[in-house]
């Protein structure tokens, strides 16, 4: 039998984590025949929460399960990971400024990429989820110098998905039918979902819906902002389909892209598409063999180079105001 996979999850007592530590504890992270163990990190308040879920994960009886264990110490947590998901994040609260913001989360992620550097597998994938996911991910890399920087990742899977839906449902086809989407940038409002380069069932998916309006003031508004419909109608942030993103974006990361098809991930620029090099910028990629690559050469018009400039924009100011915070 194989060795345990270690896959450590951050905020896992919250509720992406109540969603996520299922799927991964049955297979579905890393495949139907690889075995996991489960390296926990909460904060001391909610290690009790925690544990409840390790309860209910033993009571599964999932084959695939070797074992969970739980910490409020980022070094234990992160000790042999293979796979990290940092979900748990310092949240947006009424009247934080942005810069209020970034300088929690630098003090969850800064030792979390020191202790990712300290003690985490030589192989070890890191995909951020908590926001802003793309900022969190580059000052978890910055305090890692020791870990090739490509190991840093952070999600707009989930905008990717979305994205899907919404063109699945406007031409009446199956996302199956569908390759070949982009998200553009940052995982914020100012994300750029592309439907230039994307195909249904082999053809432009623009040229398909052929309805310009549809595309700017329906479509990329809709996905941008679907993050606040959920809260608008759930009461709640979107937790299951973030989970389920999250466990897309591993398992292509690991399983590798299908032929003639790509997929978003929040990578560190290489200075493709005009992006500068260090952002952690969501690109189409193609994966294989546990590595991704940025897709070169497609064709950027003006209608997508302004969108895909604003987003990179915000993401070098994030980037700027991180470093005058001394984060970076
Ligand atoms: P919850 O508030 O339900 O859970 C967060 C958990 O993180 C809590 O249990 C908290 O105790 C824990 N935590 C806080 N600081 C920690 C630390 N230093 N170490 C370990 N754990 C810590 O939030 P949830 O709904 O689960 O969302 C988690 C994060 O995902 C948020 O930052 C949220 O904004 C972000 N999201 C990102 C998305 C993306 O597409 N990239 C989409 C969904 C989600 O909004």
Avoid at 152 to 170: E, G, I, P, V
Avoid at 246 to 255: G, P, S
Wanted: glycine share 8%.
């Amino acid at each position: 039998t194989r060795t345990p996979v270690t896959v450590t999850v951050t905020g896992a007592a919250g509720q992406i984590g109540y969603a996520l530590l299922f799927r991964i504890a049955s297979g579905q992270l890393l495949g139907p025949d690889v075995p996991v163990r489960l390296r926990l990190l909460e904060i001391p308040q909610a290690v009790k929460a925690a544990e409840g879920t390790a309860m209910e994960l033993d009571d599964c009886a999932f084959p695939l399960l070797a074992g969970t264990d739980i910490f409020d110490d980022p070094n234990q947590a992160f000790q042999g990971a293979n796979v990290a998901l940092l979900v748990g994040a310092r949240p947006r609260t009424k009247g934080m400024e942005r810069g209020d913001l970034l300088e929690a989360n630098g003090g969850i992620f800064k030792p979390q990429g020191e202790a990712i550097n300290a003690g985490a597998a030589d192989d070890v994938k890191v995909l951020v989820v908590g926001n802003p996911a793309n900022t969190n991910a580059l000052i978890a890399q910055q305090h890692a110098p020791d870990v090739p920087a490509e190991r840093f990742t952070a999600m707009t899977r989930l905008d990717h998905n979305r994205a899907l839906a919404q063109l699945s449902k406007k031409a009446g086809v199956s996302v199956a039918d569908i390759r070949r989407m982009t998200i553009w940038g940052n995982h914020s409002a100012t994300q750029y979902p592309d439907l230039f380069h994307a195909e249904i069932a082999g053809k432009s998916a623009a040229e398909t819906v052929n309805d310009k309006s549809w595309l700017e003031n329906d479509f990329i508004p809709t996905v941008a902002k679907r993050g606040a419909a959920i809260i608008e109608a759930r009461g709640a942030s979107s937790a299951a389909s973030a989970a389920s993103a999250a466990i897309d974006h591993v398992h292509t990361w690991v399983n590798g892209t299908a032929d003639g098809d790509w997929t978003s991930m929040a990578v560190v620029s290489d200075g493709s598409y005009g992006v500068p090099e260090g952002l952690i910028s969501s690109f189409p990629v193609t994966t294989k063999d546990g590595k991704w690559e940025i897709v070169q050469g497609l064709e950027i018009d003006d209608f997508s180079r302004a969108r895909i400039d604003a987003s990179v924009n915000e993401l070098a100011e994030e980037r700027d105001a991180v470093r005058k915070l001394g984060l970076i």
